[in-house]
């Protein structure tokens, strides 16, 4: 054993000096890079070339290839999921609000007849399928300010024709905000000697026109027109410039949000005061402008206002909320043309606050008529009993 350490003691004496020499000649040579080797390599700093470190990087390798092919697996599943989870909790937000028309006496929609020289085009779905977006939770509140904003145009002075206008009115029913209003339009058409009284649908129903073969009123020359309040109307053309087209909705600046926390008012501020905005919690709309500045008053005063009903908090997204909020206004069909597109979450972290109208008597006696369903079929017998008769 001495034996052997010396002549290895001797062989990397002798390299060594061959290396010298022959770096000082200015010439390479075998025994340089043998020596060279020799110096450098030494397996007691290299933990990798120790004994399982490849059968554990082969391990940890295979692991990764799995996930990799889970992950391309379930991408598309998860994307659908998305997609269906923002558009069902945007249609259960939808079917909150309440909608009134006029029906005769079989209970069938008034369509309103416009003499037309052309067909109307009818609004026909594209199936377009877009790659569901994430919410960003950092900037969601920025993000949804910015749906209410409204692209200023120049002011443009325009004429028409009686034909133009004679054609592009199309026939539709008419479905109102307002309860009120439509009771207006059933007395209206009852003094023109038409038989008609009140019904009410789901907003929710009516927006599935947008989907192929969910029609409310299954007729393809016949559109649905939702009328708001008129109080919305005049604010969104004025707010929103003559070129407002859709629904009006609004929220004021700094948005109101509803939570199920029960925080302290100094948590709720300090929380208010954070730039991530919780994904259990959604931001709150209204259909006029009146309720979205009434109901951030309410909010406003107590800090956190509670509806014991529900069991909600509502909360305004700011550290001092002003006294009078901006109110700003954007279309329904805006959002749900988002919710429908790439932004689908918009779905699930917006709460829809159906409007409170005072109901006038007649009102409600249309009403009490309406949700009588023996009232229909007697319509219908006597409409052929008064037939027979004649």
Same mark, same amino acid.
């Given at each position: ?25 200015? +010439? #390479? ?36 290839? *799995? ?17 269906? +989870?923002?558009?069902?909790?945007? &249609? ?9 028309? =006029? ?13 037309k020289? !052309? ?48 054609? $592009? ?7 109102f ?17 038409? !038989?008609a009284?009140?019904? &009410? ?6 927006y ?19 009328? %708001? ?11 929103? $410039?003559?070129n407002?087209?859709g ?10 949000? #509803? ?8 948590? =709720?501020?300090?929380s =208010?005061? !954070?730039?991530?905005f ?15 500045? *009434? ?6 005063? *107590?800090?956190?206002? /509670? ?10 997204? #700011?550290?001092? %909320? ?14 749900? $043309?988002?919710?429908?597109? &790439?932004?689908?979450?918009? $779905? ?5 606050? %159906? ?8 009102t409600?006696?249309?009403? /009490?008529?309406? &949700?009588?369903?023996?009232? =229909?079929?007697?319509? #219908?017998?006597?409409?052929?009993? +008064?037939?027979?008769?004649?």
């Amino acid at each position: 054993m001495l034996i052997l350490r010396r002549v290895v003691c001797l062989f990397l004496l002798i390299n060594k000096w061959i290396g010298v020499s022959e770096a000082l000649n200015g +010439r #390479s040579s075998k025994f340089q890079k043998l020596s060279l080797l020799s110096r450098t390599v030494n397996t007691d700093n290299l933990p990798k070339l120790k004994e399982g470190y490849i059968k554990k990087q082969g391990k940890e390798l295979k692991e990764k290839l *799995e996930k990799k092919r889970c992950a391309t697996v379930l991408a598309p599943v998860l994307e659908t999921y998305e997609r269906y +989870r923002g558009q069902l909790g945007f &249609s259960l937000e939808l079917q909150k609000v309440s909608l009134y028309y =006029a029906v005769d006496y079989s209970n069938d929609p008034i369509v309103s007849q416009y003499p037309k020289n !052309e067909k109307h085009e009818v609004y026909k779905p594209q199936n377009q399928f877009h790659k569901p977006k994430k919410p960003n939770y950092y900037t969601l509140v920025k993000d949804f300010l910015s749906l209410f904003t409204q692209e200023k145009q120049d002011k443009t002075q325009a004429t028409y024709s009686l034909k133009q206008l004679d054609t $592009g009115l199309p026939n539709g029913v008419m479905l109102f905000m307002d309860p009120n209003a439509c009771a207006e339009h059933v007395v209206e058409l009852n003094k023109q000697d038409k !038989e008609a009284r009140m019904a &009410s649908t789901k907003l929710n129903t009516v927006y599935k026109l947008f989907e192929t073969g969910l029609n409310f009123f299954r007729d393809r020359d016949i559109v649905n027109l939702v009328v %708001p309040f008129s109080e919305s109307l005049v604010y969104a053309t004025n707010k929103g $410039g003559s070129n407002f087209n859709g629904t009006p909705v609004f929220t004021t600046d700094p948005p109101i949000y #509803s939570t199920k926390r029960a925080d302290s008012s100094e948590e =709720a501020e300090s929380s =208010a005061s !954070e730039d991530k905005f919780n994904s259990k919690d959604k931001l709150v709309v209204f259909f006029t402008p009146t309720e979205a500045k *009434e109901f951030y008053k309410k909010v406003r005063w *107590e800090k956190t206002y /509670k509806d014991e009903k529900t069991g909600k908090y509502y909360r305004i997204w #700011s550290k001092s %909320p002003p006294y009078r909020p901006d109110v700003k206004v954007t279309s329904l069909e805006k959002i749900y $043309g988002r919710v429908h597109g &790439s932004e689908p979450f918009w $779905g699930y972290l917006l709460e829809v606050m %159906p409007p409170t109208v005072k109901l006038e008597k007649r009102t409600e006696f249309m009403l /009490k008529e309406s &949700s009588n369903l023996l009232l =229909a079929p007697w319509y #219908s017998l006597k409409k052929v009993l +008064r037939g027979l008769s004649l």
